[in-house]
């Protein structure tokens, strides 16, 4: 009798471990998938803006003489906001799209 007490009371102690430790499996698992979720980014804004670089100087002929003339260089910078419904958090890249120069020249 003391040993069939023993053995259930020996049972349910596994059981519970077993128990626990499914538990715990289940959280790291949850903590693994939510490490491994992709985000969604959604694209939720576009902007363009032109930023000031530098300014150099170009030589050109006229009249048979060599002349100088400065040209401001500008950066077209695009930037696209992104939002992640999954975790409520947004990101943005930058990209250099073009470089403009004020003056034509070669
Ligand atoms: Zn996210
Ligand atoms: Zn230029």
Do not use: P
């Not at 289940?26 to 576009?46: F, K, L, P, Y």
């Not at 500008?74 to 120069?101: A, N, P, Q, R, W």
Request: include cysteine; hydrophobic fraction near 35%; aromatic fraction near 14%.
């Amino acid at each position: 009798m003391r040993n069939a007490i023993f053995t259930i009371g020996f049972t349910l102690l596994l059981y519970f471990s077993i128990g626990l430790h499914q538990a715990w499996a289940e959280i790291m698992e949850q903590d693994t998938t939510t490490g491994e979720t992709e985000h969604n980014w959604i694209e939720s804004s576009v902007n363009y803006e032109t930023i000031y670089v530098d300014t150099h100087e170009y030589t050109y002929w006229k009249n048979f003489l060599r002349e100088k003339r400065s040209c401001d260089i500008f950066h077209k910078i695009k930037t696209v906001v992104y939002y992640c419904d999954i975790h409520g958090h947004t990101k943005s890249e930058s990209h250099l799209v073009e470089v403009i120069h004020s003056e034509k020249h070669k």
